[in-house]
């Protein structure tokens, strides 16, 4: 991890200072500065270290924007304190989770319910990886027998329906976000 206000001189640098362990408490004091009036981290990963960590970059003032599974699904204790530090402190947790192949639930549920519409129910296959894997194992209308169930999750993970760690998918912990 390479913290600096310099720009890299080469692309050998870059190479070098990505060989190293990512310190995030360091990477937290880079970024805040007298400088400019707001820190912002935004999390793409689904890493659930860096997500633990969101309630406490919050607590310090940073704002933190997140697509991470692993910070709404993740622990309870976790969630709750980022619920806390919102409610509580200064700083903004923007969060957005796809489901059903990337669909922005949260963005098209929002403004529906801000706007005094209520939802009833929800229906319907909401992983796109699970909906795959079901139709793998008894395809309608094909002529085929299916596949056995490790066929259709390695046919998944093959085509980049999985996540990261596949449990995530299978457990339905994708969709808890």
């Not at 190293?20 to 793409?44: K, N, W, Y």
């Not at 619920?83 to 989770?97: C, D, M, P, Q």
């Not at 319910?113 to 229906?123: P, V």
């Not at 299916?146 to 999750?153: D, I, K, P, T, Y």
Request: charged share 20%; with cysteine; proline share 5%.
């Amino acid at each position: 991890m390479l913290l600096s206000d310099e720009p890299l001189k080469s692309p050998q640098q870059a190479m070098e200072a990505m060989a190293g362990a990512s310190d995030f408490e360091q990477f937290a004091d880079h970024i805040r500065t007298d400088q400019l009036p707001h820190s912002l981290i935004v999390d793409c990963s689904n890493d659930p270290a860096i997500a633990s960590r969101h309630a406490a970059w919050l607590r310090e003032g940073i704002h933190v924007v997140t697509a991470n599974i692993a910070a709404l699904a993740g622990s309870i204790d976790d969630y709750d304190q980022i619920r806390n530090e919102r409610k509580t402190g200064e700083s903004y947790y923007g969060f957005e989770t796809a489901i059903g192949g990337g669909v922005p639930v949260l963005s098209v549920l929002k403004p529906l319910l801000h706007g005094g519409d209520s939802i009833n129910y929800i229906e319907g296959c909401l992983s796109s990886t699970l909906s795959y894997i079901f139709g793998r194992l008894s395809p309608k209308d094909t002529g085929s027998t299916g596949v056995r169930f490790s066929e259709a999750l390695e046919e998944a993970r093959a085509q980049g329906l999985m996540e990261t760690d596949p449990m995530d998918d299978i457990l339905g912990k994708v969709l808890c976000a």
